[in-house]
């Protein structure tokens, strides 16, 4: 590793816009895309107990993984993609793709920056790092970009670059309640890369546009042996399994449910996101139910025909599911609470 590199971080955002109407007013917007972290349908949390496909339970103790965003597209063809550029010590301009996110299952909510547009519909992006940067010093980085040191290191060496995943959990190989065997995933090397282009949900407000996407991580461990145990670092057949699972078989998913169209109920919900109230509109009086994540039913509460008012100051910052019911109709959504 030369001692004398040093690098000069520029940062591009490149911005493409067509099929722009000149009637059109754009505003900048904060886009945000929000992770709900799943296992067999229920919320994910480390330190707990899973089973794979076959019934044999394991203890996930590390989820951490990259995102790369290549671009993101709206319904009428408007496009903006990501990526930026480095001077290497011999005054080398490297472009490279994407802006990178690095996710872990505690956090959910990551920001894509400002951007003009507006009535996004899908979203290009991959999973690991790509390979203008992978093999580059973590050093060069920011405090706050994704690539920089990381603990536990996310880094394997320039040669290899990036951990692209880092799975690491114990199993209970032989059902008798002790975790016995050691199970990790580090997915390391440029091959590995993968490409998924994705159809979002969103929620935009005049300010703000989320994209929601749920994870469902019981899906990575299709034709991986997992329930064997092992420890696999690189390339081999259980990590190539684990990444194309990744990418082609639904771990990604819209986030279902997150607007009010086509009710006859509901006239108007707002604020979303929302603080500490919110504002039914309603043509027929109701019951409004809330729900957390887990459908564990939090409050309920009448609503009358028109305009109420509802006091949300109790529920921390999360997703929740709101039920809005009469001898009509129930329709259900999700909001945000930041």
Known sequence: MPNSITMKITYSLLFTLFTISLNCFSQQKEVSLYLSHYYNGEAFNLDETYSFDDGVNCNISRLEYYLNISSLQSNSGELVEFGGE?????????????????????????????????????????????????????????????????????????????????????????????????????????????????????????????????VNYEKLFTDTNASDGGVFHGQQGQIISLMDNFAFNGVFANTENLSIKNSHTITSISPNPFSNFLQFEIEKSATLKAYSILGNLLFETPLDKGLNSINTSMLTQGVYIFKVENEASINSFKLLKN
């Open 86 to 214: 480095f001077y290497t010590a011999e005054n080398t301009l490297i472009p490279f793709d994407g802006k990178q996110v690095l996710v872990k299952t505690k956090k959910h909510k990551y920001s894509l920056g400002l951007h003009d547009i507006s009535n996004l519909d899908s979203m290009n992006f991959h999973i690991g790092v790509p390979s203008e940067i992978n093999h580059q010093d973590p050093a060069i980085w920011p405090s706050s970009h994704a690539l920089t040191p990381k603990y536990p290191s996310m880094h394997w060496g320039w040669d290899s670059g990036y951990r692209f995943i880092a799975f690491e959990a114990m199993v209970d190989k032989d059902s008798d309640g002790i975790f016995e065997a050691v199970l990790q995933y580090h997915a390391v090397g440029d091959i590995l890369y993968r490409s998924l282009s994705q159809a979002i949900n969103t929620v935009e407000t005049e300010e703000e546009i989320i994209i929601y996407m749920d």
